[in-house]
Structures are given as C-alpha cells and as structure tokens.
C-alpha cells in the first residue's frame, strides 16, 4: 500500500494573511479594503466614505501611511483573539457547554 504524503498545514478558517492584507492596502488602502479585510468595520467604512471627496480622499491617504506599518501587528492581534475564542470553544465542548455562538 502507498503512502500518502502529508499535507502541509494549512491554517484554520478565519485567520487572516499579511500578503493579503498588504496588496488589499497597497491597491485600494484609500478605500478602507485592509480595514475590511481585516474586520475592522467601522473604521472602513469611515475610511470608504471619506475617500469621495478630493480632501478626503488625502486624509485617507495619510491614514493609509499610518496603517501601512501597524498592519502585522492588527494581524497578529485578530489571528490571536481569533485562536483564545477557539480554544475556548473546544474546552465548551469538550464539557458539554453550548457554543458561544
């Protein structure tokens, strides 16, 4: 009987990619599309509806720069809330605890 190679791990749904989250700022970091990506909402939205306008658009701009450096460490923060939730689910029901959600 052959043995079937191991597959790498692939990371649990939900956890979110640097490279991701940096072309989604590079490309359209003006619109808010990182922040979306990344869950934060109403920070996106805020970003969104101020990039219609010509001064907004340069506010959110500067926002961008802002954000550029501080995204691994927002990703490094969701990727962890992240796992604590599922850690605390798995322990919910391994003692028979409905879920969270």
């Known amino acids: 009987m052959p043995e079937i190679p191991e597959q790498p791990d ?47 658009l340069l506010v959110t701009l500067v926002w961008l720069i802002i954000d550029l450096p501080r995204i691994p460490a927002m990703i490094r923060r969701h990727n962890t809330l992240l796992d604590r939730r599922r850690d605390i689910e798995d322990r919910s029901r391994s003692h028979g605890f409905p879920m969270l959600s």
């Open 10 to 56: 692939t990371p649990p749904a939900g956890t979110k990619n640097l490279s991701t989250a940096m072309l989604l700022a590079l490309f359209l970091g003006p619109f808010g599309a990182h922040r979306f990506y990344l869950g934060r909402k109403g920070s996106a939205a805020m970003m969104l509806m101020l990039a219609v306008t010509i001064v907004g």
